[in-house]
């Protein structure tokens, strides 16, 4: 391997010093820049380099995500720590491997292909040479440069990678404290915050008394333009003051929006950026079918709302945040702040579930405010469950019309994808900002939405290219930069409306034709093996056969996707009963994500996938009011619950352990929202083109 | 106000305004963090304690209701055959929900040391879980379950 094919992680940081080090209580300390997430991933990640140094599991410690002492991995996202993390960790293990062997046979005056390593321990030729990595390593220069040319070690002999092995976070998280919101630092002031109901808002007025008397205790406002937070030593009382706030709050220049701008709809026809991927038309000749799907507003809503800490002592601040990417987040604030990002240092502090860019950044950025104009106390900045609903960057809604040219047998010859959407990713290195920065005396401008490049995988248009063997296939994307509301990245992006629209499209055209949807997707795979491979398992594995002509009130459907179009394959089988509302009632999955790091952690996430996926598909939907979202709580805005799970969910690995390793934290959604909606619309003999699946929307279709 | 109950075991006494929510005492003036903020809304079930073995939202009880009673957190489970049927099915991914989670679980094994799907579903229904582990969570408790009813309580 060239240098210039080196993993972005290990060409930004290529000296295995700063990946790894040998403590003197025999670990071996390890520092990666991605960070946990609840996917597992730090399990995954020891399990790569313990395999490569051949050290037992047991013996790895990990840092994770720290401006100071680890090393730069941008951010958390995609699917790509297994990927991009996991292939740098593989070569720095190798390389580390290959030094300290090099050292030693020179020592030992014999040939490095005679010394092995068991354990940590080097043996030559067999016999124990009482020499391991912690005796050899003070002799070796970990600093000099990796180059990626020292080769791993065969798969073949892989005892760690390929074994589940259980989540190291775990123990902590069902015992006690864990997370960020559980850091207790001396000179705590709890900070809430009063937000600005959207940019450009004015604070007219403010009844500080009235928020005081709420408060019932000793309580600072801070108000600093229109950033206002509301501190107090005691939490409680700092929280009532929060709680109380916005109805003792008068703004001015407040946005109105109005109830069709919730809808999908809403954003065709609205300006946009356009631009046109894939083959060039014009469409060829043939039967023309046409239909138009959407998904709404959909929030990450994190079962633990944002928290951060921030200090700023002796002119260094020190932020502790959930951030997916520990240094963007110091660049953002150094730029919002207007410091050198040196006198900055972000830690990475685990929170719950993000699924994506949701208000971890934006508290960090309230957190380090506050502690700047209030010095020498750490300020900690909770969310309220109500401002995390209200204030989160949400997953934008999409309409995605498709418009297919048949062959003479009913098969596609060229399809069309137009699509309509707010932006995917807003983070603040993409034209986004924080939201607080919003809200301070000299505003941030005016976000600049823009979505990923087809090369990360695309925003809008991720996965709305059908994998199948179709002669043409184009995109026509109009991203709408005046969405009503901010959005931003959550899982999947633009692929879970993309592949519940493009598979739903294939049902509706393999029941045109007659054919099986099953048999009419593998006859548009040659030449596809994986594609096909997962499909026909998961068929297999949910009995496809007994599948009957549905119409009775009992479905079954089918949804597959390649995320990103170059990740992990996944096929989904969903098995349906609907009589007033959907009940889900067994789920099938079968996965290639090539070689398996930890393969009970890799079924957790596929099922994670699966049951989030079922909840945006049947339940989930932002609504607005005047002024802003009005789903706040989890009665307006009600997500899957333990009675709605059902009662069999099943997933298979495919081996490919020749394949790279992929992630698989997305792959299930869009095949998962696809196969509900096919098994819905085989259930009830009527399709119904619009997420969310809710009562209301069955029971408009049954009444017809 | 002085108060005075017991958590896991141990007499506790906070002087607080009695109207302050039972769990920002249990984080803040007792620091037992396993009980968390979710939603102070009586919602989620993120917070959720034993109250005399009664599962209640933490969030959503004054302290000053709780004065001479038992309260119990998930750091008194340790040892618990939940703790190790949680571990057996890697039940969780963020893990930010199942120390409420736990709690109700407890409950119901106390109550019904031998659950049915249907009962352990419904125990639980007060829960939420954004990260999509309530199968696993499910399995774990039918574990617990079976670990208790072979007498392997550690
Ligand atoms: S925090 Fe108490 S129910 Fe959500
Ligand atoms: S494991 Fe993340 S919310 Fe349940």
Not at chain 1, 188 to 216: N, S, V
Request: proline share 6%.
């Amino acid at each position: 391997m060239s240098a210039t094919t080196l993993p972005a992680s290990l060409a930004t940081t290529p000296s295995p010093a700063k990946w790894l080090r040998f403590d003197p209580d025999r670990t071996v300390h390890l520092s990666v820049g991605k960070v946990e997430i609840g996917q597992g991933i730090m399990t995954a990640l020891a399990q790569i380099a313990a395999e490569e140094l051949d050290v037992p599991l047991d013996t790895i410690r990990l840092l994770a995500g720290d401006t100071d002492l680890a090393p730069d991995e941008g951010s958390t996202t995609s699917s790509l720590s297994i990927e991009v993390g996991g292939a740098s960790l593989r070569l720095v293990g190798a390389e580390v491997r290959a030094r300290m062997i090099a050292r030693l046979a020179q020592r030992l005056n014999c040939a490095p292909a005679d010394i092995t390593v068991a354990d940590g321990a080097f043996l030559r030729a067999g016999v124990p040479t009482g020499q391991d990595y912690w005796s050899v390593a003070p002799e070796v220069d970990l600093v000099r440069p990796a180059d990626g040319a020292t080769a791993p070690k065969p798969i073949a002999e892989y005892r760690l990678v390929g074994r589940s092995a259980p989540r190291r976070d775990l123990p902590a998280k069902i015992s006690g404290a864990a997370f960020i919101q559980d850091l207790v630092r001396p000179d705590l002031l709890h900070a809430r915050m009063l937000r600005q109901p959207f940019r450009g808002a004015r604070l007219a007025a403010l009844d500080e008394a009235a928020i005081r008397r709420a408060a019932g205790g000793e309580l600072r406002i801070l108000r600093h333009g229109n950033f206002v937070a509301l501190l107090s030593a005691n939490e409680t009382v700092a929280h009532r003051a929060a709680a109380a706030a916005p109805t003792h709050a008068q703004w001015e220049n407040v946005r109105r929006l109005t109830p069709a701008q919730q809808e999908a709809a809403w954003l065709v026809g609205q300006p946009s950026d356009d631009r046109e991927i894939g083959d060039p038309g014009p469409a060829a000749a043939g039967t023309v079918v046409e239909a138009r799907y959407s998904r709404p507003y959909i929030a990450h809503a994190s079962i633990g709302p944002s928290c951060a800490l921030a200090e700023n002592r002796d002119g260094h601040l020190s932020v502790w945040s959930h951030t997916q990417g520990v240094y963007p987040l110091r660049a953002a604030l150094a730029r919002v702040l207007d410091r050198r990002p040196e006198t900055i240092s972000v830690h990475h502090a685990q929170g719950a579930g993000c699924y994506g860019h949701n208000g971890a950044d934006d508290a960090a950025l309230d957190a380090a405010v506050v502690a700047t104009l209030v010095p020498d106390r750490c300020i900690r900045v909770q969310w309220r469950r109500e401002e995390e609903f209200g204030f989160e960057p949400l997953g934008s809604a999409m309409a995605i019309s498709l418009r297919a040219v048949l062959d003479p047998a009913g098969k596609p010859i060229d399809w069309t994808a137009e699509i309509w959407s707010g932006s995917h990713v807003q983070r603040p290195a993409m034209g986004g900002n924080l939201l607080g920065h919003e809200a301070l005396p000299v505003p941030a401008p005016d976000p600049r939405p823009t979505d990923p490049s087809e090369a990360a995988g695309g925003g809008g248009t991720r996965n709305a290219i059908p994998h199948y063997a179709i002669a043409a296939r184009r995109v026509l994307h109009h991203l709408v930069p005046g969405a009503p509301v901010r959005t931003s990245a959550l899982r999947g992006l633009g692929a879970v409306a993309n592949v519940f629209a493009l598979e739903s499209f294939m049902d509706e055209l393999a029941a045109r034709a007659g054919v099986d949807p099953v048999t009419y997707r593998l006859s548009l795979l040659d030449g596809r093996p994986r594609a096909a491979g997962v499909i026909a398992r998961a068929a297999t594995m949910a009995g496809w056969v007994r599948r009957g002509p549905g119409g009775d009130g009992h479905g079954w459907g089918i949804g597959f996707a390649q995320y990103k179009n170059r990740s992990a394959y996944a096929a989904v089988v969903a098995e349906v009963e609907v009589e007033r509302e959907v009940r889900l009632r067994r789920v099938w999955c079968a996965a290639d994500a090539g070689l398996v790091v930890n393969p009970d952690g890799m079924r957790n996430q596929l099922e994670g996938g699966i049951l989030q996926a079922a909840s945006f598909t049947l339940k989930e939907q932002i609504t607005f009011g005047e002024t802003g979202v009005s789903s706040l709580d989890w009665e307006t805005y009600p997500i899957l619950r333990f009675s709605e799970v059902p009662e069999e969910i099943a997933c298979d690995l495919i081996d490919a352990p020749e394949e790279r390793a992929l992630g698989v934290g997305e792959c299930t959604l869009g095949p998962t929202a696809a196969a509900i909606g096919n098994a819905v619309a085989h259930a009830l003999g009527v399709r119904i083109r619009d997420m969310p699946f809710t009562r209301e929307r069955i029971a408009a279709v049954l009444l017809g | 106000m002085r108060i005075d109950f017991t958590v896991n075991g141990t007499a506790a006494q906070v002087a607080v305004d009695p109207t302050t929510p039972l769990l920002d005492v249990l984080r803040n003036e007792l620091d037992l963090k396993g009980a968390r903020y979710g939603c102070g809304l009586e919602q989620c079930g993120a917070c959720m304690v034993l109250v005399d073995n009664e599962p209640v939202f933490a969030c959503g009880r004054e302290v000053g209701t709780i004065a001479g009673r038992h309260v119990a957190t998930v750091e008194s489970l340790a040892g618990h055959p939940l703790h190790q049927a949680f571990l057996d099915e890697q039940a969780g991914q963020c893990g930010y929900c199942l120390a409420g989670i736990l709690i109700s679980a407890k409950a119901l094994l106390d109550r019904t040391p031998s659950p049915t799907r249907a009962e352990v579903v419904a125990a639980l229904d007060k829960h939420l879980c954004r990260c999509g582990t309530q199968y696993r969570i499910i399995r774990a408790v039918e574990r617990a379950a079976a670990l208790l009813a072979h007498g392997e309580v550690r």
